[in-house]
C-alpha cells in the first residue's frame, strides 16, 4: 500500500505551459527525493529536501524548482515546459532507517 | 561521493532458472545496500536490503550477498518466475558530500522467458 501519492500519472501538455507535479506522503518523513527517469532506466537525482525550507539541486541539472513549506507536501514546477523535459518523473521519501519509499511516478510529455 | 556500477543491463533467463545481477560500489563507508524492483507504470519497490555488518540475507527465492573487502554485491533470483520480470535497481548509502542518501545502479532489465 503506497503511503506516498503523485498526482497526475500522466500528463501531456503543450510547451510554454507551466506545470505543477505533486507529491504528498503520509509518513512523516523529512526526507524527499525528485528523480528524473530516462527510457534508458536510469535514475537521476534532480532534487531533494532534508526537511520544511530545505530544498537543494541533486546530480542532474534541471530546469525544474521545488518547494518544501510543509512536511507532507513536496511539488515540483516547471516554469515554462519543453519537449526536453518529457520523461518519467518519481518522488520518494526516506524515514530514516532502510530505504526509501516511492511514488507511482509522473509521465510527463511535452509537445 | 559514491558511485554505483550494475551489471548486466539485460539478462535474459529461462523461467525456472536462477538470475543473478551484480553491483560494485566505490566508498569503503557505505553501510547500506538495498535492491529495488520497478514494475511497467510502476515506481521502485524494496525487496531487499542488506547492511555491512552482513553476508548475507535470504527472502524465499531471493537472496543478497555482500562482499566487503571487493566492495561489490550481487541478488540472486532462484526458480524464476514471469512475474520476476521487471527492471532491478541496487543502491548504496552514501552520506559523504552531495545529497545524503542512496546512489543507485543504472538498473537491469530482467526478462523471464516462458
Known amino acids: 500500500e503506497a503511503d506516498i501519492y503523485q498526482t497526475p500519472r500522466y500528463l501531456v501538455i503543450g510547451t510554454g505551459k507551466k506545470i505543477t507535479l505533486e507529491c504528498s506522503q503520509t509518513?512523516?518523513?523529512?526526507?524527499m527525493y525528485w528523480y528524473q527517469q530516462d527510457p534508458g532506466m536510469e535514475l537521476h537525482l534532480i532534487h531533494y529536501?532534508?526537511?520544511?525550507?530545505?530544498?537543494e539541486k541533486g546530480d542532474l541539472s534541471s530546469e525544474s524548482t521545488v518547494s518544501r513549506i510543509r512536511t507532507e507536501h513536496f511539488p515540483l514546477t516547471l516554469e515554462s515546459a519543453r519537449p526536453s523535459h518529457t520523461s518519467q518523473y518519481l518522488c520518494?521519501?526516506?524515514?530514516?532507517?532502510?530505504?526509501?519509499?516511492f511514488g507511482s511516478g509522473t509521465r510527463l510529455t511535452v509537445v | 561521493g559514491e558511485n554505483v556500477e550494475q551489471h548486466p543491463s539485460t539478462l535474459s533467463v529461462q523461467e525456472g532458472d536462477s538470475a543473478v545481477i551484480k553491483c560494485t560500489y566505490s566508498d569503503s563507508a557505505s553501510n547500506y545496500f538495498p535492491w529495488y524492483k520497478q514494475e511497467l507504470g510502476k515506481g521502485p519497490q524494496l525487496i531487499i536490503d542488506?547492511?555491512?555488518?552482513?553476508g548475507e540475507k535470504k527472502d524465499q527465492r531471493i537472496a543478497v550477498t555482500l562482499n566487503k573487502t571487493a566492495k561489490h554485491f550481487s541478488l540472486h533470483i532462484t526458480e524464476t518466475q514471469p512475474e520476476d520480470s521487471a527492471v532491478y535497481f541496487c543502491?548504496?548509502?552514501?552520506?559523504?558530500?552531495?545529497?545524503?542518501?542512496?546512489?543507485f545502479g543504472k538498473g537491469t532489465h530482467l526478462i523471464i522467458q516462458p
Open positions: 542488506i547492511r555491512s555488518n552482513v
Open positions: 520518494a521519501s526516506y524515514s530514516g532507517a532502510g530505504g526509501y519509499t
Open positions: 529536501s532534508y526537511g520544511v525550507n530545505s530544498t
Open positions: 509518513m512523516g518523513h523529512d526526507k
Open positions: 543502491a548504496a548509502w552514501d552520506s559523504g558530500g552531495g545529497a545524503d542518501g542512496l546512489t
